[in-house]
């Protein structure tokens, strides 16, 4: 561990739109330059400020208890542009007279265990925690999440942060910023808190077989990291536990992500962990997202375990250990996981909004108006657990799916991953599962200067009425987004994107003709909408 003195105060006259930032309860931007139209907006002043701006929002929320001097941890996923944000970072909090723990490589979900870990050996622990990493998105952009030991920041948060980056970025370039001596400055450390975080997951799993040290022994299990922050997890978790990991992937990190995007969602990433489990007649295969805080698995026969059939896994071994808890999901999960949770595994599921923070959010506030829930988890691959914090945390969901493995183990050395495909056996699945996004052209006289969010809320209203009026056609009873219906053996939902101009229509159906009757319900329903594109959705009905 080596200590140093942190740097520079925030200076440049460049204008920034520090609000422009926001991506929800996350900041993202472009870092790195070279991309047609994509000019450079998280600069290294821009992020000082950033910084800067947190630890006084943190200073702030800690005034209660008379904390002056701030420990702020830093670490970063495997983008090129890590390294240059990294110091921005430590510059910002460090000349604001508070001191910084760099991790270096790391997971975001990491990040939010540093202010729950206790070590004071290693000065933990943290009284917030910054990550940066824009999760699965191009090499060219970066972004920051904040923690503290309550979780992550939530969006009005974000903004509070962000306005108070402005203030100090205009004031730096104004001068008026006032330099700190060297002695009030804050001091840097360098701490391998990744080897602390992946030890107590090791942990995790030997408690869950009896305390046996090589739980995972004779278990072949392949790890694809995407190029990401993930591949940790083979030499600090899988290999202590015994586990044989030959035929891993991608484990090296490199921000430009030659091999695949690391994205659990991504057809080509899954094709990829897919074929490495059958090349290698492995017994389970895992894969990770960038900043590891979402994942998704395949069995040994190649059967991937992402989307529904991942929080069907989750949740059969969550209600297991939870009787009759309530499992949260965003909005696109099927009609089939609903039944599998409640007449299956005699769980609740409560489907909720699309975006990870939602659907964490609702769960803790069930919970606090005395309905139990254990388990909030999106198709994306964010799950978290109530035992857990309620973090989004990829690495640890694969720990539960191995907890499973080596106490199924302990019974029976032959076991492998059967016993998790047998969890989700009875799983309804939709034959045709499609989902086709709708722009909407901000530039089209239709919106009259108005809002993309007006004109889609209109689409939602109107089609609502349509539907109403179609017997075949029935609106679910309970629903918090967009409009969802069920009809033809099948159902759609149709909600405006959190972010962007876009209506997603997600379609699932037991055969392709109930799948196009469905799609024909919507194009009649908005065809007088003339600034919404509805090209693809054509396409789709006249296959």
């Known amino acids: 561990m080596e200590a140093a003195q942190g740097g520079s105060a925030v200076s440049s006259s460049e204008k920034v739109d520090f609000l422009k930032l926001q991506n929800g309860s996350d900041i993202r931007g472009v870092a790195v330059a070279g991309v047609e139209g994509e000019p450079v907006n998280l600069t290294e002043p821009a992020t000082e400020a950033i910084a800067a701006a947190f ?10 208890d008379g904390l002056r001097r701030l420990r702020i941890s830093v670490g970063h996923d495997s983008r090129i542009s890590a390294h240059k944000l990294q110091n921005a970072v430590t510059h910002g909090i460090t000349a604001a007279g508070h001191d910084i723990l760099q991790f270096g490589l790391a997971s975001t979900p990491a990040m939010f265990n540093s202010t729950l870990t206790e070590d004071e050996r290693n ?41 108070r980056a402005s203030k100090i970025y205009e004031e730096s370039a104004h001068g008026k910023q006032q330099e700190r001596e060297d002695a009030s400055r804050g001091v840097v450390n360098s701490v391998d808190y990744m080897s602390i975080y992946a030890s107590d ?12 040290e ?6 072949h299990i392949v790890v694809d990291a995407g190029n990401g922050a993930g591949g940790f997890f083979v030499d600090k978790v899988l290999k202590p536990l015994g586990a044989v990991t030959t035929g891993s992937q991608f484990l090296e990190p490199d ?36 900043d590891v805080d979402r994942s998704a698995a395949v069995d040994s026969s190649g059967r991937e375990l992402n989307r529904n059939r991942l929080i069907a896994l989750m949740a059969a071994i969550v209600i297991e250990e939870h009787p009759g808890t309530t499992v949260v999901t965003d909005s696109v999960t099927s009609d089939g996981l609903t039944v599998f949770i409640e007449n299956k595994l005699g769980g609740k599921h409560h489907r909720f909004k699309r975006g990870y923070k939602n659907v964490i959010d609702e769960a803790i506030r069930l919970n606090s108006i005395g309905e139990e829930s254990h388990l909030a988890m999106e198709t994306s691959g964010h799950g978290a657990l109530k035992e857990n914090h309620w973090l989004d945390d990829g690495a640890y969901l694969m720990v539960k799916l191995l907890n499973k493995l080596a106490a ?33 052209d901000q530039n089209h006289a239709d919106l009259k200067g108005g809002s993309f969010r007006d004109y889609g809320e209109a689409v939602l209203r109107h089609l609502e009425n349509a539907i109403g009026k179609d017997p075949n056609l029935h609106k679910a009873p309970k ?9 033809h053996g099948g159902w759609f939902l149709v909600r405006l994107s959190l972010h962007d101009p876009v209506l997603p229509l997600n379609i699932e159906a037991p ?22 594109d509805v090209t693809a959705l054509n396409k789709f009905v006249q296959q």
């Not at 995790?204 to 009896?210: T, Y």
């Open 55 to 64: 630890a006084a929002w943190l200073l702030n929320k800690k005034e209660a």
């Open 123 to 163: 000065h933990l622990p943290v009284d917030g925690a910054i990550m940066i990493t824009a999760s699965h998105l191009p090499y060219n952009r970066n972004g920051l999440k904040f923690f503290t030991s309550d979780g992550g920041l939530n969006k009005a948060d974000i903004k509070d942060i962000l306005e």
């Open 201 to 212: 997951l090791v942990q995790a799993v030997r408690k869950s077989a009896g305390d046996k």
């Open 214 to 219: 090589k739980p995972l022994e004779g278990l």
């Open 255 to 290: 921000g430009l992500f030659p091999n695949h995007i690391p994205n659990p969602e991504d057809k080509t990433a899954m094709k990829a962990i897919t074929q490495a489990v059958l090349d290698n007649k492995a017994d389970l295969g895992i894969i990770f997202d960038t």
């Open 408 to 440: 199924a183990r302990t019974l029976d050395s032959s076991t492998g991953s059967k016993v998790l495909t047998d969890l989700v056996e009875g799983l309804e699945e939709a034959a045709v599962t499609v989902e086709i996004r709708l722009k909407i």
């Open 479 to 487: 629903n918090y987004e967009g409009v969802r219906v069920s009809g």
């Open 511 to 532: 055969n392709k003709d109930d799948a196009i009757k469905l799609g024909l319900a919507v194009l009649a329903a908005v065809s007088e909408f003339s600034a919404l």
